[in-house]
């Protein structure tokens, strides 16, 4: 396969995303057949947009009853650091009242936006909410949010690739690969 030119690194194929994620979906399944016997669905909410690739492959592998919603919670508009703001751009349309949810985020880098996604949840009055994630970057970490699930944890590098861009665009490349940085400055698409 071709790499894009502002690939630096491959960090997770395709093949290893997908085995990664059928293993956390197992955890995920038994944790709700433990906790949850009386509750037979799951309202799962994607963060768009860089969710999205992630999503598909989590709710696919993914063996449970399931609904299926998406907000739009957008901080970094284009650039590359939060500015700590997190905004709803696009409200979720079911009601959220004593489900157990599950937040599906492509990554958690300062936390603004799953703290700010789980609280305005729980303050509708959801049952429970936990929080899924492919990739974790603590080091970036400026609020205590703890993903309940991650598949990869990562360290400090600009990532692009499956759901994760730069300026808006690259979410498609079907791979997380580090960004090479020194090329962004005279870039063009
Ligand atoms: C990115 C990423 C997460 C969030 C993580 O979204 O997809 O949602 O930032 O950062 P945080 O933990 O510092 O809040 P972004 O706001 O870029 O929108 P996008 O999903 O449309 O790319
Ligand atoms: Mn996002
Ligand atoms: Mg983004």
């Given at each position: 396969m ?6 630096k ?17 197992k ?8 906790n ?15 969710c ?6 989590f ?11 998406f ?10 650091k939060?500015?700590?703001e997190?905004?709803i ?10 489900r ?20 305005y949840?729980l303050?509708?009055c959801a049952?429970?909410?936990k ?5 974790d ?5 400026k609020v ?5 699930w991650t598949?990869f944890t990562?360290?400090?590098n600009?990532?692009?690739?499956y ?20 090329k962004?400055?005279?870039w063009k698409?």
């Open positions: 071709k790499l894009h030119p502002l690939v690194e491959v960090l997770f194929t395709e093949e290893q995303i997908k085995e990664r994620t059928i293993e956390v979906a955890e995920i399944k038994a944790y709700y057949e433990e949850y016997q009386n509750d037979n669905s799951i309202l799962v909410i994607g963060l768009l947009k860089g999205v690739p992630f999503y598909q492959t709710c696919m592998n993914f063996d449970f009853l399931i609904d299926m919603d907000m739009v919670v957008s901080s970094y508009l284009g650039g590359t939060s500015n700590g997190p905004k751009n696009l409200d979720i349309n079911m009601s959220v009242k004593d157990n949810i599950i937040i599906v985020e492509d990554i958690v880098e300062s936390g603004y936006t799953l703290e700010f996604v789980q609280k949840l303050n509708k049952k429970s909410v929080i899924l994630t492919m990739l970057k603590p080091t970036e970490r205590a949010v703890k993903p309940d598949c990562i360290p400090k600009f990532l692009i690739g759901g994760l861009d730069y300026q808006e665009k690259l979410r498609n490349l079907p791979y997380i690969a580090v960004c090479d940085t020194d962004l400055a005279d698409w």
